[in-house]
């Protein structure tokens, strides 16, 4: 059993020599053992972070395609409920948004131009801003969720609206407002815990353009979590 | 051996439908042995052919055929267009009733299936429709999901509680086919049956005078004997004291029931008159309140003989 | 002789002996156990975990077919009958089938297949079992609780209106597509990004393969029911109007939503199955695989037009006659390609070497089955006959036929193939054979039946029935407890190899993929070195058989 060129496979040993080169994982601190480059690391967190996105999208797409559908069955209702919503104070919320995608691609910049802590100062600026305009965005929530309470506009059975204009099936309408904007409400608070913790570490300081994975995937989601408010504002709020 | 296999797989054909879909799933049943025949006579014959003798037995390299693969892609896909223009013609063709069909109303509920008919008359548990006249199905639920089949006819159809399905049949052979429900339903699912009674021309029209025929001439505790079958009661009530969906009917003869709301009843004829026409007035203790009315679904005569029977049930 | 093995390549230098992962003296102790990361060790937590999920839905299998051994109320009342066969359903849908290939098997063998040293996100594979068992452990308490008897579809209406511990056992099922969208994400990234040197998409194992396409549709159709399961919940709890048809909701919706993901979870169980098969024919045969990319792209075929299928559930449901027309069409395209494998494998046991060793027996058994599992789909994808056929005992043998005729018999297979790799330990080869012949045959008793039955107009999830079925049903029964003994052999046949000398060699089969060329059970990195690829897999003129080999 020796004839080693007859076997379908060669080892070629890990920890010899003239490989010292490639291991970058030797030096970096956040080098996993089971990836070969750091580069093969980042490849795979972001097609794992794209991949959690398609999910999400799929999750959101269930509760689109259920409000398109209830939507066409109860028009009437829909389009009376929806005079409920304050499209300016939607719109706010999508500018507070778009802003802080806007700052969250600053920070990713910062983050991947970070060489001996030279972006280190524009990383967290713009983090802190992204992190204050997301709360910007649960304030005004808050305010109009406050209001729907008052008002008795709520889902399903807890509907209380009994206004002139109230219409049946409306509590269709809040199901759907509360439940969507409800999901997009915690993802949002998903992604502020998620950048306070980017915050803590980069005040530590351990992200540099030579590894700042996190920063880059948070980014990623935090896109996401603006694309679908610009998709729930015009059909929650505009729609006639 | 056609009809023999066609027997071991299907119930008598009644109804015109039944005939199509038949000689389609005869065609599809022998695609399937003679393909299962290739399979399995292929795979044996290799493990024989090519049992391993030696430790150093050699074997071909064939990484692949293009014309054998071209083949079992193309003839079974051939195959299958084959059988789903076909499947999809026969159902096309059955799809909607043809003009002139009698109409019947199906009400389903938990777990009895009522039949309303053109004069108006409501009978619970029995469709009678006369043979070679084609009939149609308009049905709908009270409840959750229920589903008409009938294996006989070859048809079957959701009964949905928020709009009108409908099927339709036309009957070839006289006789009785059984209606079990085939959409899950919980607790009285498996019980939840009713039957067609396809029956002479003559004999519908003397159904439509006279009522059920089965029901004449029978001595009141007879009659209500049966309609304990018909008409769904034995789903929820025993006739041997053990405790079902409602009430055991043995030994209840003048009994005190105690109510849900405290009050007591007891068990006479009024006291089983309302129970089975306002049946939500008296909710016996231990049970829930999932009755459904026979307002206006029972005659008189079937009243008098449920009572008679409860009474005999010593 | 564990040494001598194919490629002496592989043990460079002098390490004779590496500890394997189990004796590991780094990793000792039930708490490094809980909190590995390694993917093999998650592979065997997931291994007992499915096994103990298949034994429950096993022992209510068993009362369900008791119950029905003659017409009437036997033991149990209709009351819990309806619940025996929904815990069944459920138990043997979510928490055995979709995990099992996948999350223990796929687990353990996958990286070593790719010559990797663990999958792409360890510790995502670490949450993803803990999220499996917090599921697992919500689905009991709904037992406890209250019981569900829904069925494993929770149709609406009636999943609204009835009592019991339904939101409990919908949760369950909401957290448990968590494990299995962890379990997909990582397995895309790993075989994306942790192929061994020269290993190309066309030098993959065919087991990837299966694996990868699963884990496309476990992304891609799990979020729909998780959202389905949200509104169902929602639904129940707050009236919120989208399924109940007393408030204005549509019921039918919920079947759509429903089975959007039920469709492709059949493939979520059956790909695996294939792909099992797909690695065990060729080894067995000691012969190239026949029609390598056909069955490769096949599965991946399934798997997307598998998501375009989901009406064929629904012919009778009152849907569109142009809808129906279309799924109709779409589920006979869907046939080809399992076609085409059935045919591939067959052709790759010509002018082979076989030899009938336990897992190649669950191999031929499983081309059996599933033919016939995939041959009465045709009577069901065809309209009209399916408006017969439908909701009878004819659907409920012909999805046994696929899912134990095809998945569990593949899985019996795959864990016979592993076993020494595993755990280092031969089984005794006898007893398993008689184990899989007793399955073979008490599996046809049960089920064969059951076609007769449902065409004849034998409705499912009865508890009783017509006189005229109570031959057949008898029949169908006593081929439940041999099928029960055959399992029970297996299982006590490989467990008892766990008490016995660590005796297997590296390559007991003479298989030519990467994880036959490490030790047996593999070091805790896998490898001792990083291995490359030079030739296709399964391609048997430049691969040594060991002398160990079968």
């Known amino acids: 059993m020796s004839q080693a060129h007859d076997a379908s496979l060669i080892m070629q040993d890990g920890h010899g020599d003239g490989h010292g080169e490639g291991h970058a994982h030797e030096h970096h601190p956040f080098h996993q053992h089971h990836f070969t480059t750091m580069e093969q690391q980042f490849d795979a967190s972001k097609i794992g972070m794209w991949l959690f996105l398609a999910t999400e999208i799929l999750l959101f797409g269930g509760l689109f395609v259920g409000y398109g559908i209830m939507q066409s069955r109860h028009l009437e209702a829909f389009v009376a409920g929806h005079h409920h919503l304050d499209w300016k104070l939607g719109a706010l919320n999508t500018c507070f948004l778009l802003i802080s995608s806007f700052t969250m691609v600053m920070a990713v910049w910062a983050a991947s131009n970070n060489r001996n802590g030279n972006k280190r100062g524009v990383l967290i600026t713009n983090l802190l801003l992204t992190l204050g305009f997301a709360g910007g965005f649960m304030v005004v929530k808050y305010f109009e969720y406050s209001h729907k309470l008052h008002d008795g506009l709520l889902p399903g059975k807890f509907f209380s609206y009994t206004g002139p204009d109230a219409v049946p099936n409306m509590f269709v309408f809040f199901s759907f407002y509360f439940m969507m904007t409800g999901l997009h409400g915690f993802h949002v608070l998903g992604g502020m815990g998620a950048i306070t913790y980017l915050i803590i570490r980069s005040i530590k300081g351990d992200y540099s353009s030579e590894y700042f994975t996190p920063v880059d995937l948070i980014g990623l989601y935090w896109h996401l979590v603006d694309l679908i408010w610009i998709y729930l504002f015009p059909l929650l709020y505009l729609i006639t | 051996m056609n009809t023999w296999l066609r027997d071991l797989f299907l119930p008598s054909a009644a109804s015109i439908k039944a005939q199509s879909v038949d000689d389609l799933f005869m065609f599809i049943l022998w695609l399937n042995i003679i393909f299962f025949i290739l399979i399995a006579g292929l795979t044996i014959l290799f493990c024989i052919q090519y049992k391993r003798r030696s430790a150093n037995q050699k074997t071909a390299h064939i990484e692949h055929h293009t014309v054998l693969e071209l083949t079992w892609t193309v003839l079974p896909l051939i195959l299958c267009l084959i059988v789903f223009f076909w499947g999809f013609n026969t159902y096309m063709q059955a799809g909607v009733a043809p003009d002139g069909a009698m109409e019947i109303q199906v009400t389903a509920k938990k777990w009895i299936w009522s039949f309303g008919y053109p004069d108006g008359s409501v009978a619970i548990g029995k469709l009678w429709v006369p043979v070679n006249k084609p009939v149609r199905l308009i049905m709908h639920s009270e409840d959750v999901l229920h589903a008409f089949f009938v294996p006989g006819f070859r048809i079957k159809q959701d009964v949905l509680p928020n709009r009108y399905t409908e099927t339709w049949f036309h009957a070839t052979q006289v006789g009785d086919y059984v209606i079990p429900c085939t959409e899950y339903c919980g607790k009285g699912h498996s019980e939840m049956k009713a039957v067609v009674k396809v029956v002479s021309q003559q004999d519908y029209e003397k159904f439509l005078e006279e009522g059920d025929p089965d029901e004449k001439g029978l001595p009141p505790e007879k009659l209500g004997a049966t309609l304990y079958v018909n008409l769904g009661c034995s789903t929820c009530h025993s006739i041997d004291g053990t405790k079902g969906q409602g009430p055991s009917w043995k030994g209840i003869w003048s009994a005190q029931h105690k109510m849900v709301d405290g009050k007591s009843f007891l068990v006479d004829e009024n006291y089983i008159r309302t129970s089975i026409l306002q049946p939500q007035q008296m909710i016996v203790e231990g049970f829930e309140g999932i009755m459904p009315s026979y307002q206006g679904q029972i005659r008189e005569r079937q009243l008098v003989a449920l009572i008679a029977y409860i009474k005999s049930l010593k | ?550």
């Not at chain 3, 390694?38 to 299998?61: E, Q, S, T």
């Not at chain 3, 290993?199 to 299966?210: A, D, R, S």
């Not at chain 3, 408030?247 to 790909?271: E, K, T």
């Not at chain 3, 049960?446 to 109570?470: A, K």
């Open chain 3, 1 to 550: 002789m564990a040494d001598v093995i194919a490629s002496p390549a592989v043990h460079t230098g002098d390490h004779g002996h590496h500890a394997d992962y189990l004796s590991d003296p780094q990793h000792k102790g039930i708490w490094s156990w809980m909190t590995t990361v390694d993917h093999k060790r998650l592979g065997v937590m997931y291994l007992w975990a499915v096994l103990l999920a298949f034994l429950v839905g096993g022992v209510f299998a068993l009362l369900v077919r008791l119950e029905l051994m003659n017409p009437g109320e036997d033991f149990m009342t209709a009351e819990q009958y309806n619940q025996a066969f929904t815990l069944h359903g459920a138990i043997m849908v979510f928490l055995f089938i979709i995990p099992s290939i996948p999350a223990a098997l796929g687990n353990f063998v996958m990286p070593l297949m790719l010559g990797a040293k663990d999958v792409a996100f360890p510790r995502l594979n670490l949450a993803s079992f803990w999220v499996y068992v917090a599921g697992a452990v919500m689905a009991v308490t709904s037992i406890v609780v209250g019981g569900v008897d829904t069925g494993w579809t929770f149709y609406t209406p009636y999943s609204t209106s009835t009592g019991g511990a339904v939101t409990m056992m919908t949760l369950s099922v909401f957290v448990l597509g968590f494990s299995s969208i962890f379990t997909g994400i990582n397995f895309i990234a790993t075989v994306h990004k942790l192929r061994a040197p020269g290993m190309g998409w066309f030098q993959l194992p065919l087991f990837v393969w299966g694996i990868y396409a699963t884990a496309i549709i476990q992304v891609l159709a799990t979020p729909v029911l998780g959202i389905t399961m949200v509104l169902l919940i929602m639904e129940r709890a707050f009236n919120i109007g989208i399924f109940d048809a007393q408030i204005g909701g549509d019921p039918v919706l919920f079947q759509h939503f429903f089975w959007f993901y039920s469709h492709p979870a059949v493939y979520i169980m059956i790909l695996p199955g294939m792909a099992i098969i797909s690695e065990i024919i060729p080894t067995f045969s000691r012969r190239t695989i026949f029609g390598y990319r056909l069955i490769a792209l096949s599965s991946v075929a399934i798997a997307l037009i598998g998501f375009l299928v989901w009406g064929h559930h629904m012919f009778t449901s009152g849907q569109s006659a142009l809808a129906a027309s279309i799924f109709s069409f779409l589920t006979f395209l869907v046939a080809i390609p399992s076609g085409i494998k059935i045919f591939n494998w067959i052709a790759t046991m010509y002018k082979a070497s076989i030899s009938l060793n336990t897992p190649m027996l669950y191999a031929t058994s499983f081309l059996l089955l599933f033919g016939i599992g995939g041959l009465t789909g045709i009577f069901l994808g065809a309209l009209s006959v399916d408006i017969h056929l439908h909701d009878t005992y004819f659907v409920v043998a012909h999805f046994h036929y696929v899912m134990m005729g095809g998945t569990v018999i593949a899985f019996l297979g795959g864990l016979h193939y592993w076993w020494p790799k595993m755990f280092g330990r031969m089984y005794n080869e006898t007893v398993a054979r008689i184990a899989c012949a007793l399955v073979f045959i008490g599996f046809n008793m049960t089920f064969l039946t059951q076609f007769f039955m449902g065409s004849q107009g034998m409705p499912r999830r009865y508890y009783t029935y017509l006189d005229q079925f109570q031959p057949l049903h008898q029949f169908s029964t006593f081929g439940s407890w041999v099928l029960g003994a055959g399992l029970l052999i297996a299982a006590v046949n490989l467990m008892g190899a766990l008490r016995g000398p660590k005796n297997a060699p590296d390559n007991p089969w003479g298989g030519t993929t990467l994880e036959w060329q490490t030790q047996s059970p593999p070091i805790t990195h896998n490898f001792a070195g990083q291995p490359a690829i030079e030739h296709n897999p399964y391609d048997y003129r430049y691969f040594k058989v060991p002398s160990d080999a079968v």
